[in-house]
């Protein structure tokens, strides 16, 4: 409650307030408010006193007409009929209070019931719409997140002939499943694609996903090139008459899974080992190993090998890839798998920074549209996911990933309107 000098020191609005609220607790009526003077507010707030009486409005006077005008200084009264009805003067005086505020009870009397019921109704509906508004935004924004997770990896259970596969970890190829069956059904498999699609990596799970790993040391890789010789495949002697298995040879003796990186990379003689290998004879020659010029196939062998082309020969946008052996495409035909780019493991790979991929995948339409010999490969999504954490932004890792560009091809990708797009 407060005191006099505190209801004194605050303006007649402030007091008019407090004024109010102590007639709407005494469910007294609060028109009379408006029209009261400050000193009779304080009063009223500070005593027991009911609603103070209001101060009577001097009546106007009645303008006279003489001679067809008005005079102030002459009055005239009409005698009025006596029907019972009270002139408004009349009903002025014996209520005790000014026209004004009589006509205003009477109407506020009739009014206030619709005005809170039309304010609790608006403020019903206000709150109303608020909540729709605001379920409304939240499931905008759940359908956004939905359509995020619709593009991140999902968990991926591969069976063959009805028996589950054992699960890894990590992130999976749309094409997990396929290369998977072809190694339980054929044991051998090819994936070709481009560069930086996860091949070599695929072949990784997949072994594993059998019970072959490096760890466990039934995991071997050899990578192709022309340096590779048959007796890196096959074994070799040395001076002192020692015999050094080779990777394929070992694989093929011991059961192991073998990876053959880079397959179009291998010189073509020494590919012809392979011939031995993909088909169904079980037997491969080692010709440097005196005590077994040969050694059987063990049934746990499994074979893989990825490229960037399918054995054609030279490739424009691959450089020092060899012609493979007909027959040899001839045994890899069943199993040949193609893989392409997978947006969900390069969402996965730029982070949180989704903007980032966006970019990178437009960059790459707008290469691809153009015919420019560029790779825009899954890699550069987690480099450039390294580079956003440390502070670069967009614009700055397209300059980087664009060094050494051509002018003509910056045109063709309107560079400098994709820098304004991703500042």
């Known amino acids: 409650m407060y005191n006099r000098n505190e209801l004194e020191a605050m303006n007649i609005a402030s007091v008019k307030k407090v004024a109010i609220a102590k007639a709407n ?14 000193d ?23 303008k006279v007409r003489r001679n067809g005008r008005y005079n102030k200084e002459e009055q005239t009264r009409k005698p009025q009929a006596k029907t019972g009805i009270k002139s ?13 505020e009589t006509l205003a009870n009477m109407v506020l009397d009739k009014i206030k019931p619709v005005i809170d019921d039309g304010i609790n109704t608006a403020v019903g509906q206000t709150e109303n719409e608020l909540i729709e508004t605001f379920t409304k935004k ?15 990896q999902r968990p991926v259970k591969v069976y063959i002939n009805d028996v589950e596969t054992k699960d890894v970890g990590g992130l ?16 051998r498999v090819w994936l070709c694609g481009p560069s930086g699609t996860g091949k070599s990596y695929l072949v990784e799970q997949c072994a594993e996903s059998l019970g072959f790993t490096a760890k466990k040391g039934n995991y071997e890789y050899l990578k192709g090139s022309a340096g590779v010789t048959e007796s890196h495949m096959t074994g070799r002697m040395t001076f002192d008459g020692t015999f050094i298995d080779g990777a394929v040879s070992r694989s093929f003796r011991n059961g192991n899974f073998l990876c053959l990186d880079e397959f179009d990379g291998f010189d073509a003689n020494a590919g012809l080992v392979f011939n031995s290998v993909f088909d169904n004879q079980g037997i491969l020659s080692t010709p440097n190993d005196k005590e077994n ?10 074979v893989a090998v990825a490229s960037n082309t399918w054995g054609d020969g030279n490739d424009f946008d691959f450089a020092g890839r060899g012609q493979l052996d007909l027959a040899t495409l001839d045994r890899l035909q069943a199993v040949k798998v193609y893989i392409d780019y997978d947006k969900n493991i390069e969402r996965a790979l730029a982070g949180e920074f989704t903007d980032l991929a966006d970019i990178l995948w437009d960059l790459r339409r707008r290469v691809n549209e153009n015919s420019i010999r560029r790779t825009i490969s899954s ?5 450039g996911q390294t580079w956003r ?13 664009t060094t050494g560009w051509t002018r003509e091809e910056l045109d063709k990708v309107d560079y400098v309107g994709l820098k304004k797009e991703n500042k």
């Open 25 to 38: 607790q005494n469910r007294e009526k609060t028109s009379w408010v408006q029209s009261t003077p400050k």
């Open 40 to 62: 009779a507010l304080i009063e009223y707030i500070l005593g027991d006193s009911k609603v103070p009486k209001q101060p009577e409005t001097p009546s106007p006077t009645p």
């Open 88 to 100: 408004p003067t009349q009903q002025k005086h014996q209520a005790g209070g000014s026209l004004e």
């Open 138 to 152: 939240t499931d905008d924004l759940q359908d956004k997140v939905d359509k995020k997770i619709s593009t991140l």
């Open 172 to 187: 999976k190829h749309k094409k997990f499943p396929l290369v998977l069956e072809c190694l339980k059904h054929f044991k």
């Open 293 to 302: 010029p040969f050694v059987l196939k063990d049934d746990g062998f499994h």
């Open 379 to 383: 890699r550069l999504f987690l480099d």
């Open 389 to 401: 954490l440390a502070g670069k932004t967009n614009a700055k890792l397209l300059d980087i990933i």
